[in-house]
């Protein structure tokens, strides 16, 4: 029995099911995340050798800024997480490969945080560590990530400038594979800076609509897997079972911020909704209230996982992007010609909310749950 199935005492008996019941604790890992960035900020001098410096504004946002004369550079690190063990137990249920659309997730984990500061992606580099060299040898699955891989790069113009792919036999388990993308870009003109300086209240909260889970509380989605009798062959919507559902691919948004750019938008913020869920929505420390007056539907999927692990929405809300992918905060007066933009590249969106003044909080008014200024400390 796989360790996806083997039953477990605290949730076969149902019952809510957290996150942090599936292994994944954000207060136990978020104060490593601050303390390596306060080590990592007294380095910052070490640009100055070359005539360079950093955009401090962008310590803690999702990627860092370096000015270099003519425009910024902006790069990042992200890994994809533990969704590739989906895709290896629906290998073993329907024979088929799904490395494809796990390829295009790893580089949007890369790709959508790169863009919230106003990045354009010029380079991804890949990273696939193996648990043994013999994870190389199925071809249709290596071919499967290759081609995604590819794919995605396309889709955001980005050049594949190459990687590694060391075999970690003793640290990455037997037949398993740890796949990660950095990604460098560029802010030209400077102009498109976007660290939340110009966030103000009055400006409007655009959000992009999400595909499904991406590739944010798969723990969840995984242990969860222990309380369904089909597994993930349950179906969560006809004809559609609960591994395929949860496989559907990370929406890649940074289309839509480059047609933004060029229609001459420039948001005042964005955020990338992953871990955290809707809380990501308090990333900026600048003290506001962001209200939401309108949700988006939330995809077939998730409303699953959240039935099935019997989650009230102050939880679901918390930990998954429930329909809302990534959020723009914008001038209110170009907030309707967002939507357009973002529809005309086939992702849907809408304007959910507003920004006021008022103490740090975000108010989800239809579901009647808000979260203050310690529900998310990552700086």
Known sequence: MTDAARPDSSTAAGGTLSYEQAGVNYDLIDPLKVAAQRAAAATAGNLAVHGFSEIAASRGESAYVVDVGPFYLASIVECLGSKALVADEMKALTG??????????????????????????LVVQAYWAAGGSDWFGDAQRAQALVAGWKQACDTCGVAWGGGETPALAGIVEAGRIDLAASCTGIVNPKSRLSVGDKLAAGDAIVLLASSGIHANGLSLARKLVERLPQGYLTEVAPGLSY?????????????????????????????????????????????????????????????????????????????????????????ADEAQRCVEIAQAQGIAAMVAGHIEAGPKRL?????????????????
């Open 96 to 121: 088929r490969s799904f490395y494809d659309s796990i390829a295009q997730d790893t580089i949007a984990m890369a790709i959508n945080d790169l863009i919230t500061v106003g990045a354009t992606p």
């Open 243 to 331: 591994g395929e559902a949860l496989l559907a691919p990370t929406l890649l948004y940074s289309p839509v911020t480059e047609a933004l750019a060029r229609a001459g938008i420039v948001p005042h913020y964005s955020a990338n909704i992953t871990g955290h869920g809707w809380r990501k929505l308090l990333r900026h420390p600048s003290t506001f209230t962001y209200r939401i007056h309108a949700v988006p539907p939330v995809p077939p999927v998730l409303k699953f996982i959240q039935q099935q692990a019997q989650q009230d929405d102050q939880e679901a809300y918390g930990t998954l992007n429930m329909g809302a992918g990534f959020a723009l905060f914008v001038a």
């Open 363 to 379: 108010v989800v008014e239809p579901l009647g749950i808000e979260w203050g200024d310690d529900a998310l400390q990552l700086r």
